[in-house]
């Protein structure tokens, strides 16, 4: 399977003093389960970076970070050559410049979330805070962000955004595919030369389910999920226990199945849906609650959701579209 959200890079920045552990880790976790994946360096806010990781905010510069990771993985060959996968990065609250995505770019990131659960100077996470004298949403400098991910192709990933972000940033990619806005692009002719490079905005939520299933401010409202799949994106259904089901003593694997299910009944069609892990059993910090968040452990992941899929009559194509079709039209 295609894993659509995996903090990767952030467990191999974390541990690159202990290569050995790093190749003994990359070694499990691609096995013949996992077909490629985002691989992602998060960030959080600058309490959350001091407390938790012992790292300044002044300190944190994206750029650095990313090229650190990116030796390692090709010098140590960590990521076999069959993997398809793109780097993302998770928050951007530490980007110097909007400019500086030409770099993050180059360097292969293909996905980012603006925003991670905390507020920053793009737009507003999930994370219930009051905010003073300002405005929900995404900020100007936001508006100015999205614009450049649309041009430069960059998926956006709203897992984490609030609602008012959210649909701020479907209003940014709706103004363009109606053909309101071009960007900031010449035109030629009488269409845009955005329009005609064929350039459309890529927008998806990587790692989040249903609220009409579990009612928490991570997962996506009916309206939400219908927005993302007009603008031809993905929704993909994370196996993190706490955004399956409030109950802690739910039957967790029928749970997931039901976000699916639930999905494939509003859109009519599993085209827009995908699967996501966010394991984190690498994290050290609240080790029991990171080694039991997720409802199916790496290694066995792509068994089990193909096992759950075929007993809940789903077809092979649709399963072949879920597991990782779906991830391959939306990057094309
Ligand atoms: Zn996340």
């Not at 905010?57 to 960590?78: P, Q, T, Y």
């Not at 940014?172 to 459309?200: A, D, P, V, W």
């Not at 991570?218 to 109950?247: E, H, P, Y």
Request: charged share 30%.
């Amino acid at each position: 399977m295609f894993d659509g959200h995996y903090d990767l890079l952030t467990y191999i920045y974390m541990n690159k003093e202990n290569i050995s552990e790093v190749r003994e880790h990359c070694n499990k976790i691609f096995n013949e389960n996992i077909t490629g994946g985002i691989f992602n360096l998060f960030y959080m806010s600058e309490q959350e970076m001091y407390d938790e990781l012992g790292i300044e905010a002044k300190d944190i510069n994206i750029i650095e970070n990313l090229k650190v990771v990116k030796s390692i993985i090709n010098k140590k060959n960590l990521i076999p050559n069959n993997i398809k996968y793109t780097f993302g990065i998770e928050g951007l609250d530490y980007l110097k410049r909007i400019g500086d995505m030409e770099e993050l770019y180059k360097l292969g990131v293909r996905s980012v979330n603006p925003v991670w659960n905390n507020h920053n100077k793009f737009g507003t996470g999930v994370r219930p805070i009051k905010i003073i004298n300002k405005e929900k949403g995404l900020t100007k400098l936001g508006k100015k962000l999205i614009k450049k991910l649309i041009k430069l192709g960059i998926a956006i990933d709203v897992s984490h955004a609030d609602e008012e972000t959210f649909w701020d940033i479907i209003e940014e990619c709706e103004k363009l595919t109606k053909g309101h806005e071009h960007i900031g692009l010449k035109k030629s002719g009488k269409t845009s030369y955005l329009y005609n490079r064929k350039i459309k905005p890529k927008i998806f939520a990587s790692h989040s389910n249903c609220k009409a299933i579990c009612d928490v401010p991570r997962n996506l409202t009916d309206k939400q999920i219908k927005a993302i799949a007009n603008l031809g994106g993905i929704i993909g259904i994370v196996s993190v226990k706490d955004f399956c089901s409030k109950d802690s003593n739910a039957n967790f694997e029928e749970q997931y199945i039901k976000h699916i299910l639930h999905i494939k009944d509003i859109l009519k069609n599993v085209d827009n849906i995908a699967l996501a892990t966010d394991d984190m059993t690498y994290y050290k910090i609240e080790p029991e609650y990171y080694q039991n968040m997720n409802i199916f452990n790496q290694a066995s992941v792509s068994g089990s959701i193909t096992e759950l899929l075929q007993e809940n009559d789903f077809s092979k194509k649709e399963i072949k579209q879920i597991k990782y079709e779906n991830y391959n039209r939306f990057f094309g």
